[in-house]
């Protein structure tokens, strides 16, 4: 269960949710139909046009150890996590474990929940997030379960992999699917995953 936020809180999460998306966009600089309450701004897309920032408890990234592919997943979570904590934004990798359903933790994973739907066929990783209430209407990225499909895991090289991976950072952090081209480029938060 999720926590409301002060409302001295929702000003500054708004501007670093904008701040948070713009930099992630540049970050996540190739990967996957955006919800229909997505929002899109400038260079971004929400996930949810209520969505106002990620906890203030930051995000912590742990890596379940019981996965078969946990060394792979680990290795491009630990990467990811430091880019994205070089540039500002409030992610620390914390290694392996399955903490608690509780704000703040972004739980890479592999299964098969959602690795085939009919309305979107095959994937290669679902992200399944969770929002707290925050003031008035509004909700904050409270934590997220990114689970890499078996057959990806497997087959896939480092690079598709940490690809798929930083795609699925942007929706735990609040990103939608953005499905344009920018500078000859699919931009990571394209639906679907791309050689560039």
Known sequence: MSRPLPARVHTTLSAALAA???????????????????????????ERSDLIGETPAGLHVYVDPNTAQHGALAVAAKSISAELHRIG????????????????????????????????GAAD??????????????????????????????????????SALKHEFGHAMGLGHTAY???HHHQIMYPGLQSD
């Open 20 to 46: 948070t998306a713009l930099a992630a966009t540049a970050l996540l600089a190739g990967a996957w139909a955006a919800p229909a309450q997505a929002q899109t701004n400038s260079g971004f897309t929400l």
């Open 89 to 120: 934004l409030p992610v620390v990798y914390a290694g392996y474990g399955n903490p608690a359903n509780t704000d703040g933790r972004i739980e890479v994973t592999e299964g098969s929940y959602g690795c085939s739907t009919p309305s979107e």
């Open 125 to 162: 990783a679902v992200t399944v997030s969770y929002y707290g209430a925050a003031a008035g209407a509004d909700v904050y990225m409270s934590h997220s379960r990114i689970t890499v499909c078996p057959a990806f895991a497997r087959s896939a090289a480092r690079t598709p992999l940490t």
């Open 181 to 183: 081209v920018y500078d």
